[in-house]
């Protein structure tokens, strides 16, 4: 069983930041490719940004310059810090990670997501 849980969504004003935290825990053997995800009401499900273990990253256009995505692969840990935010920001962000089980076997997990909202 594995568990992501995301934390640090909150409320803040168009031009501020926030710090996103999701943590993996539960039968890892190892978290590979990581990405966070959100989704606006009445929205799709948006990729945002993805982080490889090696660290390699990858950002939608809409939030490159602003988001920086990162992790501590100690810690089975993922961030994304959100700098500039702007109204259209607003949405549930989702931790998304593909997790070892086994030296065998991959699966692909999902957060409950955290709620930003930027006012304007």
């Known amino acids: 069983q594995v568990h992501l849980e995301e934390s640090g969504g909150g409320l803040v004003q168009a031009g501020g930041s926030l710090r996103l935290s999701c943590t993996a825990s539960?039968?890892?053997?190892?978290?590979?490719?990581m990405a966070w995800y959100r989704q606006a009401p009445e929205n799709e499900r948006d990729l945002v940004a993805t982080i490889a273990r090696d660290g390699s990253t990858n950002y939608a256009d809409s939030v490159k310059g602003r988001f920086t995505i990162s992790r501590d692969n100690a810690k089975n840990m993922l961030y994304l810090q959100m700098n500039s935010l702007a109204p259209e920001d607003t949405a549930t962000y989702y931790c998304?990670?593909?997790?070892?089980?086994?030296?065998?076997?991959?699966?692909?997990?999902w957060g409950q997501g955290t709620q930003v909202t930027v006012s304007s």
């Open positions: 998304n990670a593909d997790v070892q089980v086994n030296r065998n076997y991959e699966f692909n997990y």
């Open positions: 539960g039968d890892i053997f190892k978290v590979n490719d």
